[in-house]
Each structure stands twice: as C-alpha cells, then as structure tokens.
C-alpha cells in the first residue's frame, strides 16, 4: 500500500478503506510517513471530507494509535463532559463537583490550552499547590473519595491525534467536521469513560461560526460513540459571547468557586447545571431530568458541591482553604477600567477577538512550552442586551506585564458592539443530540 494512492482516491473524492485509514495513521504516528504526504491528504480530506464510516475508522484508528485508560478500579458508571472550546468555558470545574456531589463519577482527563487562554489543567494549576500528575491508582482513588478528579492525559494517549493536530494548525486544516470529529471523540474514547456528554461551542467564538455547522458536527461525534458502543449527547451551545464573566486562569476559578458558592447566576451557571443533569440521567444516578435539576440546584445551595470542590483539591495537593477565601488565588498587580465611550445597548462581541485581548494580557499561549500569567485576565460586568452609560465600566482588566496592554485595550473595545436598538432574548443552548 502507497500514501501517494491514498491521496489520489481521496482527492477524487473516493470513500476510503479502515485498511487504507489504518495505514496512514499508523504510518505517520511511527514517522514512517512524511509531514508533506500527510498534509497533503488532509487537504484533500477537507476538500473532499469523509462519511459517517470513515469517521468513525479515523477515530478508532487514532485510539488504536497509544493506549486506552482502563477506568475499572472505580466501580460504577463513569460519564465524560467535553467543550469544543469557547471563552470563559469554565463548565469543569463547575460540572464536576455539581455532578460528584448528587451522587454520581466524574474522572476526567483534560489537556492543556493553546490560543486565548488557558485549558482545564492550567486553570487548576493556578489553585496553590493543585497537582494534575496523578498516577491511574492515585487517580482513582481520589474519584473513589470524592467523586471527581481532573488530571492531565497520559503521555501515550491518542499520540496520532497530536501529530495531526499540530499539522492541521499549521495547514489551514483544522474546521473540517471529520477531523474535528475524530480528534475529539479519540481522547473521549480512549480516556475510558462509559459515556460522553458534549458541549458543541457556536458563534463568534467557536470553530463552528453557525448553529447549521455546530449541530452537524454533534450529530456526526454522537454517530461515532453510538456506532463504538458509548452513549453519546450533545448540546449546541452560544458563543457569541464569553460564557462567563471572567476570562484568565485565577479569575475563572474564582468564578467557579463563587457560582458553587450561591454567589452568582447567569449563563456559565445554567450551562453547568444543564451538563450536570444530562450526565447525572446518561449516569443513572437519577430517571428524569426533573429529579437531577432539583438536586443539582440544592447542592449548590446546601454547599456540599462547594465541599466536593475543596475535597478534590486537598486529595489533588491544593490548598482547599481557596474555596472559602478566593484571595489566596494568584492575583495581579493593577486593576484598570475599560470605561464605555458611548451610550446605547450592546448589541455584538466578537468573542475571538476578546479572547486574544486576554492572550495579549499574558493568560494564553501561542507554543505548549509559552508560559501563562494564572494572575491576569479581564472580569466583564456587560453582558449582551445590557445598556450602558457613557462612562460605565465594561470590564476591570487585571494586569502585571503592561508591554501589550494598550494593544489589548483596543482589541477589546473594537470587539464590542453599542447600538441604539437591543439585540432582543439569545439562546444559550440552541439544541441537544442524542
């Protein structure tokens, strides 16, 4: 078998063979094929995209590329949450201890972010002391006395998909609904679980700009868990705006605690209760999502979803006394203003675009080995809909290293939108694919 036939069918639009997908994933996982070669399948690929079948040969090729987390030393049903990605997606830290403490398992296994932000694991490394190495026996004992743990992937975990991915990023190849597809199902698939709950981002800060796409793109990862044996649900979910109020590492932790402590509500709030209830029904830990609702909202109110929180982090080697006291997180030097310079209702966000001004602030990475700031960010205090007053604050920008900070200021206020006339009511969950 040749690379070189491989790319003539897919380039003529050919469906091609699990032999065929075998072949070139494990060739290049192995080095025995060039980036050049691979790159230009991918192309074809994104031209020609793949079906339903070959999505599911590429992802169960790319699980079959390192190992597959073995999750029976923790008994019971475990279910998997995952984001297609966003700004201010803080829904882990918020879902896990909701679900943990209504009676159900959540061992995840998260990565680290690249582009706006941090991911998972940064956010939680930000929490004093937090450790994200665990060993598998050490992993699950943890879910076992809590409930929930998070920790980073395992070196040899889907290894296939990091090699695509890092190609991709770099040839103009990553918003292809298959590739997307197999990249995230493989990690889901090869991370364990019994079942997988998605969160598919739509909007000016998601890969998938339209809800048409986003919904295409969950029904085509529910096919492959269904077709691989794992129930699957997926939520299409906005992203036109950040989906909470903070944006940087420390900041976003600090939401999180504080929404587990009763403190606010809003879009980040109801997303993660939404997730919770699905994994907690997917979990049969309850029949109906009416019974999961009730308990998932009385955890945050009797504080024992804040309790699972701070008991994760102490089993994790963090300081547990940050969910009482959200000073002890990192903090940053300067806290500026960003004033409204007109009045009128805000009627966009270019989400990406406040993203990066984050980035800009030094809370994101462009390499894996780029340091992260956990200290700095922006808080929002305008939501969409919302008026605003010449004058009023639209965000408190925390800052340490102000070298980018004027470019950033720009790119946050060109990202928003004032008009005369309110947007009107926005959904935050647009469907849901099972």
């Known amino acids: 078998m040749r690379v070189i036939d491989i790319i003539q069918k897919k380039k003529y639009g050919g469906k091609l063979s699990k032999d065929e997908i075998d072949f070139f994933i494990k060739g290049y996982a192995a080095g025995d094929i060039p980036d050049y070669q691979i790159a230009s399948l991918l192309m074809a690929i994104w031209f020609n995209g793949m079906d339903k079948e070959e999505?599911?040969?590429?992802?169960?090729?790319?699980?079959?590329?390192?190992?597959?987390?073995?999750?029976?030393?923790?008994?019971?049903?475990?279910?998997?949450?995952?984001?297609?990605?966003?700004?201010?997606?803080?829904?882990?830290?918020?879902?896990?201890?909701?679900?943990?403490?209504?009676?159900?398992?959540?061992?995840?296994?998260?990565?680290?972010?690249?582009?706006?932000?941090?991911?998972?694991?940064?956010?939680?490394?930000?929490?004093?002391?937090?450790?994200?190495a665990l060993s598998?026996?050490?992993?699950?004992?943890?879910?076992?006395?809590?409930?929930?743990?998070?920790?980073?992937?395992?070196?040899?975990?889907?290894?296939?998909?990091?090699?695509?991915?890092?190609?991709?990023?770099?040839?103009?190849?990553?918003?292809?609904?298959?590739?997307?597809?197999?990249?995230?199902?493989?990690?889901?698939?090869?991370?364990?679980?019994?079942?997988?709950?998605?969160?598919?981002?739509?909007?000016?800060?998601?890969?998938?700009?339209?809800?048409?796409?986003?919904?295409?793109?969950?029904?085509?990862?529910?096919?492959?868990?269904?077709?691989?044996?794992?129930?699957?649900?997926?939520?299409?979910?906005?992203m036109n705006q950040p989906l909470g109020n903070a944006v940087g590492n420390a900041l976003e932790v600090r939401e999180a605690i504080e929404i587990l402590q009763g403190k606010h509500a809003g879009d980040l709030k109801e997303l993660s209760i939404a997730l919770a209830v699905r994994m907690l029904v997917l979990g049969e830990v309850f029949e109906s999502r009416k019974q999961a609702d009730e308990k998932v909202r009385s955890v945050i109110e009797d504080g024992s979803a804040l309790e699972k929180f701070s008991k994760m982090i102490e089993l994790q080697g963090g300081d547990p006394k940050v969910t009482e006291d959200v000073s002890l997180l990192p903090a940053a030097g300067s806290l500026i203003e960003i004033k409204a310079e007109r009045a009128g209702y805000l009627t966009a966000m270019d989400t990406e675009s406040l993203g990066m001004g984050a980035h800009l602030l030094g809370a994101g990475r462009t390499k894996k080995s780029d340091p992260i700031d956990p200290a700095v960010g922006y808080w929002i205090r305008k939501r969409l809909g919302d008026y605003v007053e010449k004058g009023d604050v639209l965000a408190y920008f925390h800052v340490n290293d102000k070298k980018n900070l004027d470019e950033a200021v720009a790119k946050f206020k060109d990202a928003l939108t004032v008009g005369e006339k309110s947007s009107g009511n926005r959904k935050l969950i647009y469907s849901e694919i099972s």
């Open 55 to 132: 999505t599911t040969e590429l992802t169960l090729s790319m699980v079959d590329s390192g190992d597959r987390i073995d999750l029976s030393l923790i008994p019971g049903i475990k279910v998997d949450k995952h984001s297609t990605g966003g700004v201010a997606d803080t829904t882990t830290l918020v879902v896990g201890p909701l679900v943990a403490a209504a009676g159900g398992l959540v061992a995840k296994m998260s990565g680290r972010g690249l582009g706006h932000t941090g991911g998972t694991l940064d956010k939680l490394e930000s929490i004093p002391g937090f450790t994200i």
């Open 136 to 238: 598998m026996e050490e992993f699950a004992d943890v879910v076992k006395k809590c409930g929930v743990s998070v920790i980073g992937q395992t070196g040899n975990l889907v290894p296939a998909d990091k090699k695509l991915y890092a190609l991709r990023d770099v040839t103009g190849t990553v918003d292809n609904l298959s590739l997307i597809a197999g990249s995230v199902m493989s990690k889901k698939i090869a991370a364990g679980s019994d079942k997988i709950v998605l969160d598919v981002k739509t909007g000016s800060g998601a890969f998938m700009k339209s809800v048409e796409d986003a919904a295409a793109l969950g029904r085509l990862m529910v096919d492959i868990g269904k077709l691989e044996g794992r129930e699957t649900h997926a939520f299409v979910t906005d």
